[in-house]
């Protein structure tokens, strides 16, 4: 690991605010500010105070092209954008600017001048998924709305570890179809030429996404069949389908490697 691939040196963080003064690399982060309010503005809401949005995406991507300073300035400016666009009738709650920002840094941290695997796309997503979304969103909403933070609390754990498998297949996937690109583009220095593929589920990890997805999908089923509601089960069968798919697929690799 190179000194400024280390964001516990000095070296890397020199190299994040640097990012700041490329005129290029500004361009650039306007232009992921604008993708990030445009997809900001579609949510789907299941509560008042839970409902599932797709920034996500733009915000990891960003954060691995130009760092996690640059990321949180980005997050900070999208976030004021969304409110003004989208959610002027209401007060303004600088909470989830600052739970946009961290999740800028987080993704910073994890991706900027790192080689991009699964792994890393999957602590980052947890890591937002819980103390982020979860911790502090719990925070927020009893901040802004009149019951108790534990109601929140596992209002939102259950949204949150119900999609986390759903959403790291599909950052991952994202992903996968970006880093050539951007890699040839010289975007990503540290993804190698001859590193430059899909990332892909390979089949050692096959059965261990979809037990991940049948333990979800039960847990799922348990709130679903408590709170009954209908969102929750749909979400929950989706889970249980996809993780017999990737049992399933795993079952056939194997097979056909056997042979």
């Given at each position: 690991?190179?000194?400024?691939s ?9 190299a994040?605010?640097?990012?700041l ?40 991507l ?32 600088p ?7 961290l999740?800028?840094?987080?993704f ?6 790192q ?10 997503k ?17 901040m ?7 109601y ?8 949150n ?6 959403e ?6 994202f992903?996968g ?7 040839r ?31 979800v ?43």
């Amino acid at each position: 690991m190179t000194e400024c691939s280390n964001f516990l040196t000095s070296a890397y963080w020199k190299a994040a605010c640097a990012e700041l003064k490329k005129p290029s690399r500004l361009a650039l982060a306007a232009l992921f500010c604008a993708l990030s309010v445009v997809v900001g503005g579609i949510t789907i809401n299941i509560t008042v105070s839970v409902q599932i949005h797709f920034t996500f995406f733009i915000v990891a991507l960003g954060a691995a092209i130009y760092g996690p300073v640059c990321g949180m300035v980005v997050a900070a400016v999208a976030d004021l954008l969304n409110y003004i666009l989208f959610l002027s009738a209401y007060p303004y709650f600088p909470g989830y600017m600052i739970s946009e920002m961290l999740v800028a840094l987080l993704f910073g941290l994890l991706l900027y001048r790192q080689k991009i695997t699964l792994s890393r796309l999957f602590i980052g997503k947890a890591l937002m998924n819980f103390p982020i979304n979860v911790g502090l969103g719990s925070l927020w909403s009893w901040m802004l709305y009149d019951k108790a933070y534990l109601y929140y609390f596992w209002e939102k754990m259950i949204k949150n570890t119900l999609l986390l498998p759903l959403e790291v297949m599909a950052l991952a996937a994202f992903f996968g179809l970006m880093i050539p690109i951007l890699a040839r583009m010289r975007l990503l220095p540290a993804q190698e030429e001859r590193e430059l593929r899909r990332l892909r589920f390979g089949s050692s990890a096959l059965p261990t996404l979809g037990m991940t997805s049948l333990v979800v999908a039960l847990i799922g089923c348990y709130y679903a069949w408590v709170m009954a509601t209908l969102a929750l089960w749909i979400l929950a069968g989706f889970l249980l389908a996809a993780g017999i798919a990737l049992l399933i697929a795993a079952a056939i690799i194997n097979k056909k490697r056997t042979e």
